[in-house]
């Protein structure tokens, strides 16, 4: 089992930036790629971005550019700095880690973190 950990969420106002974390314990061998999605109230979780532990990154069209993903695979911590923040963009985002034989799918979540942007 894989347990992960987010923190950073909270409001901003339009136009500002965040930094999510996400850090994993457990069975970390098991795991791959790990990233963020998010959903927002009444739609579908989407994804944000995923990165795997050798650096390549897969990033939903509408997130690249404004978002950017990165990994510390030594404190086995993911990140998602978020720039020029839209009213839009608020969602619960959620952390996840694909097992290491699953691509990019996620296998495990974390419990999610609100962000919430003003107008």
């Known amino acids: 089992q894989v347990q992960l950990v987010e923190s950073g969420g909270g409001l901003v106002q339009a136009g500002g930036s965040l930094r999510l974390s996400c850090a994993a314990s457990?069975?970390?061998?098991?795991?791959?790629?790990m990233g963020w999605y998010r959903q927002a109230p009444g739609k579908q979780r989407e994804l944000v971005a995923g990165?795997?532990?050798?650096?390549?990154?897969n990033y939903a069209d509408s997130m690249e550019g404004r978002f950017t993903i990165s990994r510390d695979n030594a404190e086995n911590t993911v990140y998602l700095q978020m720039n020029s923040l839209k009213p839009e963009d608020t969602a619960v985002y959620y952390c996840?880690?694909?097992?290491?034989?699953?691509?990019?799918?996620?296998?495990?979540w974390g419990q999610g973190t609100q962000v919430t942007v003003s107008s």
């Open positions: 457990g069975n970390i061998f098991s795991i791959n790629a």
């Open positions: 996840y880690a694909a097992r290491a034989s699953a691509a990019w799918t996620p296998g495990y």
């Open positions: 990165i795997r532990r050798g650096g390549s990154t």
